[in-house]
């Protein structure tokens, strides 16, 4: 029903954004290091041609043997297929999957020369090397793509030329064996440091991955600029390197560039030379040290502003034409480095922190250490074209990405199977890093929406997995790039937040201050968090509690019946959509109590049921009133009567956040065929008076799942009545009055009720609405940013050519990227078969979509009940094209099959789904692909237990 596994907001590392500003959702698809790799046909001819080469090789080895060959073939690398044993026997090969241990690297040297004129660059690396634990008599390193011309191996006082035929290429593991029988005596001499020196050349490619090309146009003229993303396994694509997350060192740049071309890195400038061939050389300062994949360097002409945070300069670089839109990004990116530098009472380490809007990115954003990367819709804001859900969106994202100079780049990650301590705490810390700032948007109650919700949809499937993953290998690392390492990740910190401060003031904060501090410019794993926060709080059940919920997939459901007048019984049991009755998966649960006599501590402390007393005289029961429980509760018997008949009164004040969780919890029961749909109905029927952002976008939220659900069911005309006279008095409240004095959470929730509305027939709605874009196509009146977005699906729902063809044209002659992205994803609304083939088809044509927003499109359409099928055969159709758009970036193909099936309903359409995956062959994102057909059968299994029921409770109301 719901794209579960992917993450809401754009911070997955990985991914085509989907931008819905409706529900406050902007979707990203993760792209795993290990999935297919698309490439243009020179490309493909010169991987078979190697390949080729290599199988000749390899059966002269075989028969005249491998000295022989050595020694009459000196120029020649060589390429082995990775089934070798790995031992120190010829070729040397080391065919696991992480490199070597006992060898680190400390600096690195890295002179950088783009020519973007020919689209291609050259390095030259210098690296110095840790080599006193070494066991092998051969270095092994990470490379993908990249020819080296020239190596050599020193030590302090000799030298040695390594001939490419001691080059020995493993393409499968992306790795790289420099072999030397000098290095093997030197090591036995002593010698516990050597310099590898490097010459390496590619092309440069418009593939959104390593080191790649993006464009923009600039007073009528294209522009160029040559920039990187590394996270997590692509710095191996612009040096050779040992990219592997602990194998921190420093780091020199060197940018050397043509024409008026400048460059940015991690560090600021140290000097700027002009080169006897008229070339400028920029030069860096020296980093601190940090891992390969928070490396940046950026080739460009932009414009930035600047202000100061303290003693850090902090800068916003975007294209000279729309540098009018960064100066809310620079006050957000200010203030954030204050508050944290407060917060975690550890001060931001660098000189300066720039932030940069690339035309053409794969992700929202990237916190490379001192330059940030960001999609433009992520940090660029115009006041008069963006709307609040762009506001919110581009500061949160601002926020959590300059968190992670702190969680991630001070402390990483000592393997990518602990991620969620970079993005789990990044996702929390934004809430942090933005609240203060503008108090009124009430984050951490929507942190219910953006996080909490979506984590427990994703985490209720069986396919989940566990926020910390034991033995992750290479080619799984971009599949922990999803809403368990992000929201649940968050989530649980936030529970832990919450349990510390209820027995010890201020224990949370010293716990990250201990932790960020013991383990600065190192790294640490989820083990070392745990006892950091444990000593700080001296509280030992901070390790059970901790352990159950990282270590364990899925969550807990806590069932509370009243079992006699004086006794309740609280259970615990996994909380599935579809059920495993054989699991006895206990957690340890922090679990309070609020009734009219005070707060409860009933913590289930890894027992499956315990017993309390209760009185009615008590009044009111509620668990998890807070909102800080990652876990769901279901009231049994007089109880849940007892909140029906509270919230139908004003006598008893129940806060939105109950509110919130107890619609959020009472839908997901439903949908896990634990409870009938009468309960969710008569919830829903008594918050027609509220006004609440965050409670009405959880019910918007479970009524657009009914609805994919019912979409082809008798029922769907009676589902349809009863959702438009549900949002009756909220349409009225919110109306279409825009002014000056509308809160920033009016300005959210009146475009989702309006869409909501329209789509179930509101015909004041409707008209209201295509008068507003008439007025904005034929007299270019302007219809205010907040709106656009409803209004523009709302035409294109009832619409036709006219509205689609102006969309279209918008989105090109626009300058703000989110107004672009708005335009597009509107056409996905359309109703007229015709007009979605148009959508789909401009989805894969570089003149009008950026490959970036390819899916955003293509979702856009599978969204719609109408374009669904559309959607899923031009999938299917243009399957090859459409990868190939990517520009040869590795792509998670997993997400994509999710974007466009997750919503199906019906046993045929989940056999065609597994039938595409087998004949693909497709194993990139096995994890999403897994998720999307358990969602599927779930949608198929929940109709058949539901229709009836929810049929015949429309007919009775």
Same mark, same amino acid.
């Given at each position: 029903?719901?794209?579960?596994?992917?993450?809401?907001?754009?911070?997955?590392?990985?991914?085509?954004?989907?931008?819905?500003?409706?529900?406050?959702?902007?979707?990203?698809?993760?792209?795993?290091?290990?999935?297919?790799?698309?490439?243009? #046909?020179?490309?493909?001819?010169?991987?078979?041609?190697?390949?080729?080469?290599?199988?000749?090789?390899?059966?002269?080895?075989?028969?005249?043997?491998?000295?022989?060959?050595?020694?009459?073939?000196?120029?020649?690398?060589?390429?082995?297929?990775?089934?070798?044993?790995?031992?120190?026997?010829?070729?040397?090969?080391?065919?696991?999957?992480?490199?070597?241990?006992?060898?680190?690297?400390?600096?690195?040297?890295?002179?950088?020369?783009?020519?973007?004129?020919?689209?291609?660059?050259?390095?030259?690396?210098?690296?110095?090397?840790?080599?006193?634990?070494?066991?092998?008599?051969?270095?092994?390193?990470?490379?993908?793509?990249? &020819?080296?011309?020239?190596?050599?191996?020193?030590?302090?006082?000799?030298?040695?030329?390594?001939?490419?035929?001691?080059?020995?290429?493993?393409?499968?593991?992306?790795?790289?064996?420099?072999?030397?029988?000098?290095?093997?005596?030197?090591?036995?001499?002593?010698?516990? /440091?050597?310099?590898?020196?490097?010459?390496?050349?590619?092309?440069?490619?418009?593939?959104?991955?390593?080191?790649?090309?993006?464009?923009?146009?600039?007073?009528?003229?294209?522009?160029?600029?040559? /920039?990187?993303?590394?996270?997590?396994?692509? $710095?191996?694509?612009?040096?050779?390197?040992?990219?592997?997350?602990?194998?921190?060192?420093?780091?020199?740049?060197?940018?050397?560039?043509?024409?008026?071309?400048?460059?940015?890195?991690?560090?600021?400038?140290?000097?700027?030379?002009?080169?006897?061939?008229?070339?400028?050389?920029?030069?860096?300062?020296?980093?601190?040290?940090?891992?390969?994949?928070?490396?940046? +360097?950026?080739?460009?002409?932009?414009?930035?502003?600047?202000?100061?945070?303290?003693?850090?300069?902090?800068?916003?670089?975007? &294209?000279?034409? &729309?540098?009018?839109?960064?100066?809310?990004?620079?006050?957000?990116?200010?203030?954030?480095?204050?508050? !944290?530098?407060?917060?975690?009472?550890?001060?931001?380490?660098?000189?300066?922190?720039?932030?940069?809007?690339? #035309?053409?990115?794969?992700?929202?954003?990237?916190?490379?250490?001192?330059?940030?990367?960001?999609?433009?819709?992520?940090?660029?804001?115009?006041?008069?074209?963006?709307?609040?859900?762009?506001?919110?969106?581009?500061?949160?994202?601002?926020?959590?990405?300059?968190?992670?100079?702190?969680?991630?780049?001070?402390?990483?990650?000592?393997?990518?199977?602990?991620?969620?301590?970079?993005?789990?705490?990044?996702?929390?810390?934004?809430?942090?890093?933005?609240?203060?700032?503008?108090?009124?948007?009430?984050?951490?109650?929507?942190?219910?929406?953006?996080?909490?919700?979506?984590?427990?949809?994703?985490?209720?499937?069986?396919?989940?997995?566990?926020?910390?993953?034991?033995?992750?290998?290479?080619?799984?690392?971009?599949?922990?790039?999803?809403?368990?390492? !992000?929201?649940?990740?968050?989530?649980?910190?936030?529970?832990?937040?919450?349990?510390?401060?209820?027995?010890?003031?201020?224990?949370?904060?010293?716990?990250?201050?201990?932790?960020?501090?013991?383990?600065?410019?190192?790294? $640490?794993?989820?083990?070392?968090?745990?006892?950091?926060?444990?000593?700080?709080?001296? +509280?030992?059940?901070?390790?059970?509690?901790?352990?159950?919920?990282?270590?364990?997939?899925?969550? #807990?459901?806590?069932?509370?019946?009243?079992?006699?007048?004086?006794?309740?019984?609280?259970?615990?049991?996994?909380?599935?959509?579809?059920?495993?009755?054989?699991?006895?998966?206990?957690?340890?649960? #922090?679990?309070?109590?609020?009734?009219?006599?005070?707060?409860?501590?009933?913590?289930?402390?890894?027992?499956?049921?315990?017993?309390?007393?209760?009185?009615?005289?008590?009044?009111?029961?509620?668990?998890?009133?807070?909102?800080?429980?990652?876990?769901?509760?279901?009231?049994?018997?007089?109880?849940?009567?007892?909140?029906?008949?509270?919230? $139908?009164?004003?006598?008893?004040?129940?806060?939105?956040?109950?509110?919130?969780?107890?619609?959020?919890?009472?839908?997901?029961?439903?949908?896990?065929?634990?409870?009938?749909?009468?309960?969710?109905?008569?919830?829903?029927?008594?918050?027609?008076?509220?006004?609440?952002?965050?409670?009405?976008?959880?019910?918007?939220?479970?009524?657009?799942?009914?609805?994919?659900?019912?979409?082809?069911?008798?029922?769907?005309?009676?589902?349809?009545?009863?959702?438009?006279?549900?949002?009756?008095?909220?349409?009225?409240?919110?109306?279409?009055?825009?002014?000056?004095?509308?809160?920033?959470?009016?300005?959210?929730?009146?475009?989702?009720?309006?869409? &909501?509305?329209?789509?179930?027939?509101?015909?004041?709605?409707?008209?209201?609405?295509? /008068?507003?874009?008439?007025?904005?196509?034929?007299?270019?009146?302007?219809?205010?940013?907040?709106?656009?977005?409803?209004?523009?699906?709302?035409?294109?729902?009832?619409?036709?050519?006219?509205?689609?063809?102006?969309?279209?044209?918008?989105?090109?002659?626009?300058?703000?990227?989110?107004?672009?992205?708005?335009?597009?994803?509107?056409?996905?609304?359309?109703?007229?078969?015709?007009?979605?083939?148009?959508?789909?088809?401009?989805?894969?044509?570089?003149?009008?979509?950026?490959?970036?927003?390819?899916?955003?499109?293509?979702?856009?359409?599978?969204?719609?009940?109408?374009?669904?099928?559309?959607?899923?055969?031009?999938?299917?159709?243009?399957?090859?094209?459409?990868?190939?758009?990517?520009?040869?970036?590795?792509?998670?193909?997993?997400?994509?099959?999710?974007?466009?099936?997750?919503?199906?309903?019906?046993?045929?359409?989940?056999?065609?789904?597994?039938?595409?995956?087998?004949?693909?062959?497709?194993?990139?994102?096995?994890?999403?692909?897994?998720?999307?057909?358990?969602?599927?059968?779930?949608?198929?299994?929940?109709?058949?237990?539901?229709?009836?029921?929810?049929?015949?409770?429309?007919?009775?109301?």
């Amino acid at each position: 029903v719901v794209m579960e596994q992917m993450n809401v907001r754009d911070r997955s590392r990985r991914g085509a954004l989907l931008e819905e500003e409706d529900d406050m959702q902007d979707i990203e698809f993760d792209l795993p290091s290990g999935s297919k790799r698309w490439i243009d #046909p020179a490309k493909k001819k010169k991987i078979i041609v190697g390949g080729t080469i290599a199988g000749i090789i390899l059966l002269i080895i075989v028969i005249i043997g491998v000295s022989s060959y050595m020694n009459t073939h000196p120029d020649h690398p060589v390429v082995v297929d990775p089934v070798n044993n790995g031992t120190d026997e010829p070729p040397y090969l080391w065919n696991q999957p992480r490199l070597p241990t006992g060898v680190s690297p400390v600096s690195y040297l890295l002179r950088v020369e783009p020519d973007l004129n020919k689209f291609t660059f050259n390095v030259y690396e210098r690296i110095q090397i840790n080599v006193g634990s070494m066991k092998r008599r051969s270095l092994v390193l990470h490379t993908s793509g990249l &020819t080296i011309t020239h190596a050599q191996i020193s030590s302090a006082s000799n030298q040695q030329v390594i001939p490419q035929s001691s080059i020995i290429y493993n393409p499968d593991l992306e790795q790289v064996t420099f072999e030397s029988d000098t290095l093997e005596k030197w090591i036995t001499s002593g010698i516990t /440091t050597v310099t590898l020196e490097l010459n390496v050349t590619a092309n440069l490619t418009e593939s959104l991955s390593g080191f790649y090309l993006s464009s923009y146009t600039e007073n009528g003229v294209k522009e160029w600029l040559a /920039t990187t993303d590394f996270e997590p396994t692509s $710095a191996r694509q612009a040096f050779v390197c040992f990219d592997e997350p602990a194998l921190k060192a420093t780091f020199e740049i060197v940018v050397v560039t043509q024409g008026d071309y400048q460059a940015l890195s991690n560090m600021p400038l140290n000097s700027t030379t002009t080169l006897a061939d008229g070339r400028k050389e920029f030069q860096f300062l020296p980093s601190v040290k940090m891992s390969t994949y928070l490396v940046c +360097f950026i080739v460009h002409k932009f414009a930035s502003i600047s202000t100061m945070a303290n003693n850090v300069t902090v800068s916003i670089w975007t &294209t000279p034409s &729309t540098i009018n839109q960064a100066e809310f990004a620079l006050n957000v990116s200010a203030t954030a480095v204050l508050t !944290y530098n407060n917060y975690y009472q550890i001060p931001y380490v660098l000189p300066k922190l720039d932030l940069i809007a690339i #035309p053409d990115y794969p992700n929202g954003a990237m916190e490379n250490w001192g330059l940030i990367t960001f999609r433009q819709t992520a940090l660029l804001y115009d006041e008069v074209e963006s709307s609040a859900v762009n506001k919110q969106r581009v500061a949160l994202v601002i926020a959590h990405e300059i968190a992670h100079q702190w969680f991630g780049n001070l402390v990483t990650m000592e393997w990518w199977s602990d991620l969620w301590l970079n993005e789990g705490f990044a996702s929390f810390m934004e809430y942090v890093g933005v609240q203060d700032q503008f108090p009124d948007w009430e984050l951490w109650n929507q942190f219910l929406l953006e996080d909490l919700s979506g984590a427990k949809r994703l985490d209720a499937l069986s396919t989940s997995h566990p926020i910390q993953v034991s033995n992750l290998l290479p080619s799984e690392i971009g599949q922990q790039f999803d809403s368990i390492s !992000y929201s649940k990740g968050a989530c649980v910190i936030r529970m832990l937040e919450a349990f510390l401060g209820r027995s010890a003031a201020n224990a949370f904060k010293n716990g990250l201050h201990d932790y960020l501090t013991k383990n600065s410019f190192g790294n $640490a794993d989820t083990t070392n968090f745990i006892d950091a926060m444990a000593t700080a709080s001296n +509280f030992p059940d901070v390790i059970p509690l901790m352990n159950s919920f990282t270590r364990q997939k899925n969550y #807990p459901l806590i069932t509370i019946d009243a079992i006699s007048d004086s006794q309740i019984k609280i259970s615990q049991s996994r909380f599935l959509y579809v059920p495993d009755n054989g699991n006895e998966t206990l957690w340890w649960v #922090p679990i309070f109590l609020q009734m009219n006599n005070g707060t409860h501590d009933r913590s289930l402390k890894q027992v499956a049921e315990q017993t309390s007393s209760y009185s009615e005289a008590n009044g009111l029961l509620l668990a998890n009133v807070d909102a800080s429980g990652f876990y769901r509760t279901k009231y049994q018997g007089n109880l849940w009567e007892n909140i029906l008949t509270s919230l $139908a009164s004003t006598s008893t004040p129940i806060s939105v956040e109950t509110k919130t969780v107890l619609t959020d919890d009472t839908f997901n029961i439903l949908l896990a065929n634990m409870d009938g749909p009468e309960k969710y109905f008569q919830l829903i029927s008594l918050f027609t008076k509220e006004t609440d952002y965050v409670l009405w976008q959880t019910i918007l939220n479970s009524l657009n799942s009914l609805d994919v659900l019912l979409a082809l069911q008798p029922s769907y005309g009676r589902f349809s009545k009863f959702a438009l006279s549900l949002t009756t008095e909220i349409v009225d409240y919110v109306g279409f009055d825009v002014n000056d004095a509308d809160t920033h959470l009016l300005k959210l929730l009146r475009p989702s009720v309006l869409r &909501t509305a329209a789509k179930y027939g509101d015909s004041h709605v409707i008209e209201e609405s295509m /008068t507003l874009f008439r007025n904005f196509r034929q007299n270019s009146t302007n219809i205010p940013a907040d709106l656009r977005q409803a209004v523009y699906v709302i035409a294109m729902e009832n619409g036709g050519d006219d509205e689609f063809e102006f969309l279209l044209n918008r989105s090109l002659t626009t300058n703000v990227a989110s107004e672009k992205l708005r335009c597009l994803t509107s056409l996905g609304a359309a109703r007229q078969p015709h007009l979605l083939r148009r959508a789909l088809d401009a989805s894969i044509d570089p003149k009008y979509v950026r490959s970036q927003d390819t899916m955003s499109v293509i979702s856009s359409v599978a969204r719609n009940v109408i374009g669904r099928d559309l959607a899923w055969d031009f999938f299917r159709e243009r399957f090859t094209d459409i990868m190939k758009n990517q520009g040869g970036a590795t792509v998670n193909v997993g997400q994509y099959i999710s974007s466009v099936a997750s919503g199906f309903t019906t046993s045929q359409k989940l056999e065609e789904v597994q039938d595409f995956v087998k004949s693909k062959e497709l194993s990139s994102g096995s994890r999403s692909i897994e998720q999307t057909i358990e969602s599927i059968q779930r949608n198929v299994k929940w109709l058949q237990a539901n229709a009836d029921a929810v049929d015949a409770w429309l007919r009775s109301h």
